[in-house]
């Protein structure tokens, strides 16, 4: 199965900080990566799929990057209402697996 | 509008069954894959398994392989998620996706519906 290994788990940045999140897939996965938003209480919000196109709807300070091995999800500017846990999926090879999730807080 | 709603979710016993239902709305069933994700409380996303379109072969997660089986009745707008032989690790918030097979993301999610397995 691919591994996916997200970090950081959690952080905890400033309203207008930009903000990185790391996913690293065992094995070279293309550029198959969806980032996935998750407020608390909520079903998964797709942002990002196959790993840099952003969904229809989702504000432009959301961006994805990366191929085979190492992707990154940025907001360059936070806002409250981004507080949330973020996930990376890769869907490359069955099982489709998730990464651990990054929680998301903002000082 | 697009729309999914889980149901069938509940208290069920070690080792018994359970259905879930998807019921869809607002798109045309047929020419979409359909996925199921499960959330076991307080941890992350696992994927499930996902029913593909025209002629709806199935994919599944190992740890569900031969216990759960997907089908699909476009006709209905409906996609099942059949459990059997259900664990306590199966205790999670159940998700419906359109999407999610090899060529679409998960696009649009239910809300969920909640399976505890317990005796």
């Known amino acids: ?107 | 509008e697009v729309r999914l709603v889980e149901s069938g979710g509940g208290l069920v016993k070690p080792g018994r069954s359970q259905r879930l239902s998807c019921t869809t709305s607002g798109f045309s069933l047929g020419a979409y894959s359909m996925s199921w994700f499960r959330q076991a409380p307080g941890r992350g996303l696992e994927w499930v398994g996902f029913i593909r379109s025209n002629g709806g072969t199935a994919e599944y997660a190992a740890s569900v392989r031969g216990r759960f089986t997907i089908s699909r009745l476009d006709s209905s707008n409906v996609v099942h998620l059949q459990m059997n032989g259900l664990r306590t690790e199966d205790t999670a918030l159940y998700y419906c996706a359109r999407g999610g097979g090899e060529h679409l993301p998960a696009q649009y999610w239910g809300q969920g519906t909640l399976v505890t397995v317990s005796s």
Not at chain 1, 32 to 54: C, H, M, R, T
Request: hydrophobic letters at 30%; a neutral charge.
């Open chain 1, 1 to 107: 199965d691919v591994q996916m290994t997200q970090f950081p788990s959690s952080l905890s940045r400033s309203a207008g900080d930009r903000v990185t999140i790391e996913c690293q897939a065992s094995q070279d996965i293309k550029k198959k990566v969806n980032w996935f938003q998750q407020k608390f209480g909520e079903a998964p919000k797709l942002l990002i799929y196959d790993s840099s196109n952003l969904e229809p709807g989702v504000p432009s300070r959301f961006s994805g990057f990366g191929s085979g091995t190492f992707f990154l999800l940025t907001i360059a500017s936070l806002q409250p209402e981004d507080i949330a846990t973020y996930y990376c999926q890769q869907y490359h090879s069955l099982p489709y697996t998730f990464g651990q999730g990054t929680k998301l807080e903002i000082k």
